[in-house]
């Protein structure tokens, strides 16, 4: 990404990676209650689709939140975040610490990146990331997915986050742990083209055209900029991924076939369910991760320095 300040020495990758897993921890520690709320809307109507007239349990973000914190506790809200700053550490680190590094690597060392480019780098450190951080992604999803109602005899199905892990991986496989890779793969290639690729392109054009100074207004702009494009693009593939992570075994053949059981016991607007959550939550969760890098990486760079 664009370094706005000339004078300063560049950062280094390993510093680029350690910022950018620490910030996308800081930023599920905000944003997390809406992600719980947008998975707990796309997969509503999976195993028990809704009757005609019959009323939905969820209702929009807030009567979500509202009805989870009614039924479950506050605590529900952040079920499944251990394993969520596990994602973060592995993911945010690989696939947007890495991105400059790809980026230089694809333009051999040149600075002049054109969006061809961009957007190759975006797919490859995206693919990257998931096949490092894809079992905390299920077991994340899983965690996020259920509900824990004691007295309407509801059984959580994981004691903890090690038991998720250890209990996936016994009765499922170690293929299990890696449950929707693909569309996984697919969904994050797209967000990270979206995501990084626009906040790349609106940072260079802020400083470019003098709109901004490179600080936090510019940041703030240009990350928001990026969660709407991300969400317009990305909630599709977002739903089938979230669908077929939290599937039982036989449920579905495939990332295809859950995509096709959805489209016709559902309807196309199936693939949008949870849309205004995930907007939302990838709009803030942008202008919280890319405001925390810049300042956590220019933080170590003074540390560095001094």
């Known amino acids: 990404m ?5 004078a300063d020495l560049a950062p280094t990758a390993a510093v680029k990676i350690f910022s950018a897993g620490t910030a996308g921890c800081v930023a599920d520690l905000v944003t997390f209650p809406l992600d719980t709320a947008k998975v707990r809307l796309q997969v509503q109507g999976e195993s028990k689709p809704l009757l005609k007239g019959q009323r939905a349990e969820y209702r929009g973000v807030f ?49 002049n990146a054109g969006l061809g480019t961009r957007l190759l780098a975006g797919s490859t450190t995206g693919a990257m990331a998931v096949a490092f951080a894809q079992p905390t992604d299920v077991v994340k999803v899983r965690f996020q997915a259920q509900a824990q109602r004691p007295e ?48 790349d392109i609106m940072k260079e054009l802020i400083l470019k055209y003098n709109l901004m ?65 995930s907007f939302l939550r990838l709009g803030s969760w942008n202008i919280v991760m890319f405001v925390s890098y810049e300042q956590i990486k220019r933080a170590v760079m003074r540390f560095q320095q001094s």
């Not at 664009?2 to 000339?6: D, L, M, T």
């Not at 979500?64 to 394993?83: C, D, H, N, Q």
């Not at 709407?228 to 053949?253: E, H, L, W």
């Open 2 to 6: 664009v370094e706005g300040r000339a």
């Open 63 to 111: 009567g979500t939140i509202f009805t989870m914190v009614k039924t479950e506790g506050p605590r529900s809200l952040y079920s499944g975040l251990v394993a969520g700053l596990h994602r973060q550490m592995s993911f945010a680190s690989v696939r947007i610490g890495m991105y400059d590094t790809m980026k230089e690597l694809y333009t051999q060392g040149s600075e």
């Open 152 to 199: 309407s005899g509801s059984v959580k199905r994981y004691s903890s986050t090690i038991d998720a892990y250890r209990t996936i991986a016994r009765d499922e496989g170690f293929k299990g742990l890696w449950k929707g890779c693909l569309p996984n793969i697919a969904r994050n290639a797209i967000v990270n083209c979206s995501e990084l690729v626009t906040y």
């Open 213 to 277: 100074t490179d600080n936090m207004p510019c940041h703030f702009t240009a990350a928001f900029a990026a969660g709407f494009c991300t969400t317009i693009v990305a909630s599709p593939v977002d739903v089938i991924k979230t669908r077929f992570m939290n599937s039982v075994p036989g449920q579905y053949s495939g990332a295809v076939n859950c995509a096709i059981t959805m489209l016709i016991k559902e309807g196309p607007t199936a693939f949008y369910k949870g849309f205004v959550p």
